[in-house]
């Protein structure tokens, strides 16, 4: 049989600035093994799998692949695969509203202007992280325990620990340990100065499946729990950009707003670089 794959960039203001992903059409067939197979050979940090959905509300069901593992729900993976539905000739059931099913449930992709926002999942763990939980970050950004001033389990599926610093140009600055003998995830936020063009640099480092930690070019998930973070603490309100990818070559953009019953919608821009076929 023919397999379609689409290669998308997500949350980039031009071409090949912001997050790439590969989407796997017609995936039905595929065992789990063969998926992470396939995921590890293309080595990106995510590539999704499109398949029929079973519950009869979504238009599409998706598995989501790192190097190392499965995730129930990641961000720029549920843009960049509605994205690459939508292209396909999807057509949603509900107008204006596409319904992606994954490990986390459905999940509402709506359009955005030109861009594609999808709602962010309710987190899985939140809370205020224990001082060795903390201390163990500070310790793995390279910075002083004083630095951080204020810290907050976002987990929405990968797992992500946040932590915020004074300012963007603090966020920047971190270098970052290259090793962690175990599996983390660390979300790091600073507030830009009032005026700016955006008003949070957003960085995530998380652990491969050897212990390396890297850095994520741009990610939705971690900018979904962190906007209802910074929603929560009133410390944003109505719609923020933050800019993410600085550090590593990229220039992410990432819309958050939170609609009038409380949700947080999470957009940015989606477009295919490269499309093709394998045949099997």
Same mark, same amino acid.
Request: aromatic share 8%; charged share 25%.
């Given at each position: 049989?023919t397999?379609? @794959?689409?290669?998308v !960039?997500?949350?980039?203001?031009?071409? @090949?600035?912001?997050?790439?992903? /590969?989407?796997?059409?017609d995936?039905?067939?595929?065992?789990?093994?063969?998926?992470? *197979?396939?995921? *590890?050979?293309?080595?990106?940090?995510?590539?999704?799998?499109?398949?029929?959905?079973?519950?009869?509300?979504a238009?599409?069901?998706?598995?989501?692949?790192?190097?190392?593992?499965?995730? $129930?729900?990641a961000?720029h993976p549920?843009?960049?695969?509605?994205?690459?539905?939508?292209?396909?000739?999807? +057509?949603p059931k509900? !107008? %204006?509203?596409?319904?992606?099913?994954?490990?986390?449930?459905l999940? !509402? +992709?709506?359009?955005?202007? !030109?861009?594609? /926002?999808f709602?962010? $999942?309710p987190?899985?763990?939140?809370?205020a992280?224990t001082e060795?939980?903390?201390?163990?970050?500070?310790?793995?950004?390279r910075?002083?325990?004083?630095?951080?001033?204020? /810290?907050?389990?976002?987990?929405?599926?990968p797992?992500?620990?946040?932590?915020?610093?004074?300012?963007?140009a603090?966020?920047?600055?971190?270098?970052?340990? &290259?090793?962690?003998t175990?599996?983390?995830?660390?979300?790091? +936020?600073?507030p830009? $100065?009032?005026?700016?063009?955006? /008003?949070?640099?957003?960085?995530?480092?998380? =652990?491969?499946?050897? %212990?390396?930690?890297?850095?994520? $070019?741009?990610? %939705?998930?971690?900018?979904? =729990?962190?906007?209802?973070?910074?929603?929560?603490?009133?410390?944003?309100?109505?719609?923020?950009?933050?800019?993410?990818?600085?550090?590593?070559?990229?220039?992410?953009?990432? =819309?958050?707003?939170?609609?009038?019953?409380?949700?947080?919608?999470?957009?940015?821009?989606?477009?295919?670089?490269?499309?093709?076929? &394998?045949?099997?």
């Open positions: 049989m397999r379609f @794959f689409k290669l !960039d997500v949350f980039g203001t031009d071409p @090949f600035t912001g997050n790439p992903l /590969a989407v796997i059409a995936a039905e067939g595929l065992s789990a093994d063969e998926m992470q *197979r396939i995921t *590890r050979w293309l080595n990106l940090s995510e590539t999704t799998f499109l398949l029929l959905p079973t519950d009869p509300l238009d599409y069901r998706v598995r989501i692949f790192t190097l190392a593992r499965e995730l $129930p729900f961000g549920t843009l960049g695969t509605c994205h690459a539905w939508l292209e396909a000739g999807g +057509v509900r !107008d %204006g509203m596409v319904v992606q099913e994954c490990g986390v449930g999940v !509402d +992709v709506r359009r955005d202007g !030109d861009r594609l /926002a709602a962010a $999942p987190l899985i763990r939140s809370g992280p060795t939980e903390i201390a163990e970050v500070a310790d793995l950004l910075i002083d325990r004083a630095a951080i001033v204020d /810290a907050q389990w976002v987990d929405n599926g797992g992500w620990i946040a932590v915020m610093l004074a300012s963007a603090e966020v920047l600055a971190v270098d970052h340990a &290259r090793h962690h175990r599996r983390i995830d660390i979300g790091i +936020v600073g830009h $100065p009032a005026g700016s063009d955006v /008003a949070f640099e957003i960085r995530a480092i998380f =652990s491969d499946a050897h %212990g390396a930690l890297i850095e994520d $070019p741009v990610c %939705g998930s971690l900018n979904a =729990s962190v906007g209802q973070w910074l929603f929560a603490s009133c410390r944003a309100h109505d719609r923020y950009v933050a800019a993410q990818g600085s550090c590593i070559g990229r220039d992410g953009r990432v =819309s958050v707003s939170q609609d009038e019953n409380g949700q947080v919608w999470v957009g940015g821009r989606t477009m295919t670089m490269f499309d093709g076929q &394998r045949r099997e």
